[in-house]
């Protein structure tokens, strides 16, 4: 059989015990990422998902080559991931209730934002807005595609508008932090959601520890940008285990949908 | 091979470069082998040294933007504030316990109205840029600045941005008071403010830090002025993992002026004094004070228009749309 050497305690888990506890570790509780997929069918009711512009792929605006062209890059994650891009977007129910929802992958390019990213959660947002349906974000990513260079910023500012006025459409947005999420997702569509809900041990931060320690020249905190340090910091609302994600999920979005106190 | 056809190239491109070589150097010992094919791979290599020298000049002109852009002898954010503005006053503070000192937000008149100005500030002297910390903000300077936000949506002020920072600050104490959060929500103020919106980059544009202020109807860019998702350094040590290749990086990221005019990202280019602006700073405060005058009577003229919307549909178009993809398939 299989054996799985947890990448935060070091200790063996069989493979089986591994995926069936979610990925998470048997031995010291460390949430292991999960591709976008599999994250959707642990999360929505079985069969209720369907995809939206799934086809989308990158262009290469800038002609972007470093090491390797940044085509050759693309091409290199789809094979990799299995998909087209760092995220999967679509609508699914959850215990029930409809909501758009849009998974970051990390497989796929460091689940970086370009301006397919930026499409698709405008897309995911425009989706919420014309069907009256919440939105849920599952962020995993190390922020904007630098081979996109200033229009992956610019998808910055892209999401944060597409999230405004689903807001002012009074639509809910629970946004998802798993591990890592950080750069320019953290500084725009992840942090403007009406409920923060993070996994135990995800790093949410806006420049990572590596970046912060040549700055201050001193080593930060073994906690820094942990769930458990964002929790105190009053960054996050909520810390919620892989396993009770589903029921929180469902919870919440049975509150903000139910409106029966409404005129 | 002469040795002088490869000499200082970036390593970056030797790999490829040798690997061509030592194909040519294995053809040549193939007893016969002649002619139109080896003139071929010869003419092919030369070509690609070739490229790869334009691109190392292309470079080398971007990175000595970069250095203009970060020129200290620039005149920055306080003196366009005072070139510009009639009793400029300015406000302190987040009003939850911290000033911070790299964001100066203010009301000033010009023309005879009332204008809302918020700028980065990398003061000057060696003192006051370690007090500011060369520009780079913490969340409390983003809340700062959502307050003058507030007060020009309430009065109808127009807002003008000075852009002049290498990023927000990446510190702990920046981290923990929630960096990333205050960064969205200073984007997301910008696209609640029904009021006209003016954005100038004046030198360097790094990344959130200056996105966060940079929601603009109308961007102007002086002319050695950047705007970049990553400063050149730091997408070097990433990408090539190597920071001598700070100046490619710098190349290929299209990160100046007429880069980003063609990308669609700004609305114009502000010509500097020969030179750069550092050669005249009199002169180019004067220029970039005639632009604005120009563009806030534009403004106040249209009555009706919906800025906000327009501020929405001009960056949600950015990139990729749905349109233009199915147009692809
Ligand atoms: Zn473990």
Same mark, same amino acid.
């Given at each position: 059989?299989?054996?799985?050497?947890?990448?935060?305690?070091g200790?063996?888990?069989?493979?089986?015990d591994?995926?069936?506890?979610l990925k998470v570790?048997v031995?010291c509780g460390f949430? =292991?990422?999960l591709?976008?997929?599999e994250?959707i069918?642990?999360t @929505? =009711?079985p069969?209720?998902?369907t995809e939206?512009?799934?086809d989308?792929h990158?262009v290469?605006?800038?002609?972007?080559q470093?090491? /390797?062209p940044?085509?050759?890059?693309?091409?290199e @994650?789809?094979q990799?991931?299995g998909?087209?891009?760092?995220?999967?977007? %679509?609508?699914?129910?959850i215990? %029930?209730i409809?909501?758009?929802?849009?998974?970051?992958?990390f497989n796929?390019?460091? %689940?970086?934002m370009?301006?397919?990213?930026?499409?698709k959660i405008?897309?995911?947002? =425009?989706?919420?807005?014309e /069907?009256?349906?919440?939105?849920?974000?599952?962020?995993a990513?190390?922020?904007?595609r630098?081979?996109?260079?200033?229009i992956s910023?610019?998808?910055m500012?892209k999401t944060?508008s597409?999230i405004k006025? #689903?807001?002012?459409?009074?639509?809910a947005?629970?946004?998802?932090?798993t591990?890592p999420?950080?750069?320019?997702v953290?500084?725009?569509?992840?942090?403007?959601?009406?409920i923060i809900i993070?996994e135990? %041990?995800?790093?949410?931060?806006f @420049?990572?520890p590596r970046?912060?320690?040549?700055t201050i /020249?001193?080593?930060v905190p073994?906690?820094?940008g942990?769930?458990?340090?964002?929790l105190k910091?009053g960054?996050?609302?909520?810390?919620?285990?892989?396993?009770?994600m589903? =029921?929180?999920?469902?919870?919440?979005?049975?509150?903000?949908t139910?409106?029966? #106190?409404?005129? | 091979?002469e040795?002088?056809k490869?000499?200082n190239l970036?390593?970056?491109?030797l790999?490829d470069?040798?690997?061509s070589v *030592?194909?040519i150097e294995?053809?040549?010992?193939?007893?016969?082998?002649?002619?139109?094919h080896?003139?071929?791979a010869?003419k092919?290599?030369a070509e690609?040294?070739?490229?790869?020298?334009k691109?190392?000049r292309?470079?080398?002109k971007?990175?000595?933007?970069?250095?203009?852009?970060r020129?200290?002898?620039?005149?920055?954010?306080p003196?366009?504030?005072n070139?510009?503005?009639d +009793? !400029?006053?300015?406000?302190?503070g987040d009003?939850?316990?911290?000033?911070d000192?790299?964001?100066i937000t203010?009301l000033?008149?010009? +023309?005879?109205?009332t204008?809302?100005?918020i700028?980065h500030?990398?003061g000057?002297?060696i003192?006051e840029?370690?007090?500011y910390? !060369?520009g780079?903000?913490m969340p409390q300077?983003?809340?700062k600045a959502?307050?003058i936000?507030?007060?020009?949506?309430? *009065?109808g002020f127009?807002?003008?941005t *000075?852009?002049?920072?290498?990023?927000?600050y990446p510190?702990l104490?920046?981290e923990?008071?929630g960096?990333?959060?205050?960064?969205a929500?200073s984007i997301?103020?910008m696209?609640?403010l029904?009021?006209?919106?003016i954005?100038?980059?004046?030198?360097?544009?790094?990344?959130? &830090?200056?996105?966060?202020?940079?929601i603009?109807? !109308?961007?102007?860019?002086l002319?050695?002025s950047t705007?970049s998702v990553?400063?050149?350094? &730091?997408?070097a040590?990433?990408?090539?993992? +190597?920071?001598?290749?700070?100046k490619?990086?710098?190349?290929?990221?299209?990160?100046t002026s007429?880069d980003l005019?063609?990308?669609g990202?700004?609305?114009?280019?502000?010509?500097e004094?020969?030179g750069g602006?550092? $050669? $005249?700073?009199?002169?180019?405060i004067?220029?970039v004070k005639?632009?604005?005058? $120009?563009i806030?009577?534009?403004?106040?003229n249209?009555k009706d228009?919906? !800025?906000?919307t327009?501020?929405?549909?001009?960056?949600e178009s950015i990139?990729?749309?749905?349109?233009?993809?199915?147009?692809k398939?």
């Amino acid at each position: 059989m299989e054996k799985i050497i947890c990448k935060k305690c070091g200790k063996n888990i069989s493979e089986e015990d591994f995926i069936g506890n979610l990925k998470v570790c048997v031995h010291c509780g460390f949430h =292991d990422m999960l591709s976008a997929h599999e994250r959707i069918k642990i999360t @929505a =009711d079985p069969g209720s998902f369907t995809e939206l512009a799934k086809d989308m792929h990158s262009v290469d605006f800038l002609k972007f080559q470093d090491l /390797k062209p940044y085509s050759e890059r693309i091409e290199e @994650a789809i094979q990799k991931s299995g998909i087209n891009e760092a995220v999967v977007a %679509g609508e699914a129910a959850i215990k %029930g209730i409809m909501a758009s929802i849009c998974v970051m992958d990390f497989n796929f390019m460091g %689940g970086s934002m370009g301006s397919v990213v930026g499409e698709k959660i405008k897309i995911t947002a =425009d989706n919420s807005i014309e /069907k009256n349906l919440p939105l849920l974000i599952f962020c995993a990513s190390g922020g904007a595609r630098m081979q996109e260079g200033i229009i992956s910023l610019m998808q910055m500012a892209k999401t944060v508008s597409c999230i405004k006025r #689903l807001k002012q459409e009074g639509l809910a947005y629970f946004c998802i932090i798993t591990h890592p999420t950080t750069g320019g997702v953290s500084a725009s569509f992840a942090t403007v959601a009406d409920i923060i809900i993070t996994e135990p %041990g995800a790093l949410f931060c806006f @420049a990572g520890p590596r970046v912060v320690e040549q700055t201050i /020249k001193k080593e930060v905190p073994a906690d820094f940008g942990l769930a458990e340090r964002n929790l105190k910091n009053g960054l996050v609302d909520m810390i919620v285990k892989r396993h009770d994600m589903r =029921d929180v999920l469902g919870k919440l979005l049975f509150m903000f949908t139910n409106k029966n #106190l409404n005129p | 091979m002469e040795v002088e056809k490869i000499k200082n190239l970036h390593k970056s491109f030797l790999k490829d470069t040798l690997k061509s070589v *030592f194909k040519i150097e294995k053809l040549k010992r193939i007893t016969g082998f002649s002619g139109v094919h080896f003139n071929d791979a010869e003419k092919k290599l030369a070509e690609k040294i070739e490229n790869y020298r334009k691109v190392e000049r292309e470079a080398i002109k971007s990175w000595r933007i970069v250095e203009l852009s970060r020129d200290e002898k620039r005149p920055h954010t306080p003196d366009y504030i005072n070139g510009i503005f009639d +009793d !400029f006053i300015s406000f302190s503070g987040d009003r939850q316990g911290y000033d911070d000192k790299s964001i100066i937000t203010g009301l000033g008149i010009l +023309d005879g109205s009332t204008v809302a100005v918020i700028g980065h500030n990398k003061g000057s002297g060696i003192k006051e840029r370690i007090e500011y910390n !060369f520009g780079s903000s913490m969340p409390q300077g983003y809340r700062k600045a959502a307050r003058i936000m507030d007060i020009a949506q309430r *009065f109808g002020f127009c807002l003008v941005t *000075f852009i002049d920072t290498p990023g927000a600050y990446p510190a702990l104490e920046a981290e923990d008071s929630g960096q990333a959060g205050a960064i969205a929500r200073s984007i997301y103020e910008m696209f609640s403010l029904d009021v006209p919106t003016i954005t100038v980059l004046i030198g360097e544009g790094g990344s959130g &830090g200056a996105l966060a202020l940079a929601i603009g109807n !109308f961007i102007m860019m002086l002319e050695n002025s950047t705007y970049s998702v990553i400063s050149p350094e &730091g997408c070097a040590s990433i990408l090539w993992r +190597d920071s001598s290749a700070a100046k490619l990086a710098s190349r290929a990221l299209k990160l100046t002026s007429r880069d980003l005019l063609k990308l669609g990202v700004i609305d114009k280019i502000i010509y500097e004094p020969m030179g750069g602006a550092q $050669n $005249n700073p009199g002169r180019m405060i004067k220029i970039v004070k005639s632009y604005l005058k $120009n563009i806030i009577k534009k403004y106040s003229n249209l009555k009706d228009f919906d !800025f906000k919307t327009h501020r929405a549909q001009k960056y949600e178009s950015i990139g990729i749309t749905a349109g233009s993809v199915q147009q692809k398939l």
